[in-house]
């Protein structure tokens, strides 16, 4: 398996690649903001070729490239319905303005052809078998892609979190849709049923695994607790857009 990632933009948001081998079919993880030039860069550097592009969910540094991606290919885009606005009306979803400088760099709206996402979905793109994962907490339609691990147990199961779930942090929920008992329960539900060995490969920041999180992060250890019944601790300040 190919995953390539790199950082975009002014929030530094990952953006994947993810094919079965270089020169083969891909399908591109949030294209964020000014991704454009690297998924070109990638997709020659590995010979690939997109087949769609899959959304966890509609804030701007996650979607901002996927109008001229998903045009340069002629693939369609993956989202949430509860997100699909966010692509045409970006400063609605953040509850504030983006700032009239960075909009200029931004292509708002829709791709040609917009496919929407459902919980547990299985979607067969490029080879790969992805599963979906409903995950409101950052946003009301954020989502996880869920890879398994391969047949030679070569590769582990991997988890594309969004900003559901970062090393070491969560996503932020004070933003318009954002709700924190809707977050502890998706991070119950969908992390912590997962194996330990899974990878965690985020919106942002670093790629980690299931057991490291359930060992160190504060707020997957509270979601534990809660599910468990138990007193949850405080936790410190959430990271993302």
Known sequence: MLIAGFP????????????PA?????????????????????????????????????????????????????????IHPADRFMMSDPEKALGRSVGAQLMGELTVGEPDDVRELSDGAAL??????LTVAHAPGHTKGSVTFGLPETADGGVPP?????????????????????????????LGRV?????DSTVVLSGHGPQTTIGQERAGNPYLRRAAAARAGGDAEDAPPRRGM
Do not use: Q
Request: with cysteine.
């Open 124 to 129: 067969r793109l490029a080879g790969l078998d």
């Open 8 to 19: 975009a933009g002014a929030w530094g948001t990952n953006c994947y690649l993810v094919a």
């Open 191 to 195: 992390c912590l049923p997962l194996d």
């Open 22 to 78: 270089a020169g083969e079919e891909c399908v591109i993880i949030d294209p964020g903001h000014r991704a454009a030039e690297g998924v070109a860069e990638t997709l020659a550097k590995h010979r690939l070729k997109p087949v769609a592009a899959i959304l966890t969910h509609g804030h701007i540094d996650h979607v901002a490239s996927v109008v001229p991606v998903c045009g340069a290919h002629g693939v369609p885009a993956w």
């Open 158 to 186: 991997i988890l594309f979190s969004g900003d559901l779930l970062f090393a070491g942090s969560v996503g932020r929920t004070d933003l318009p849709g954002g709700d924190p008992d809707e977050l502890f329960e998706s």
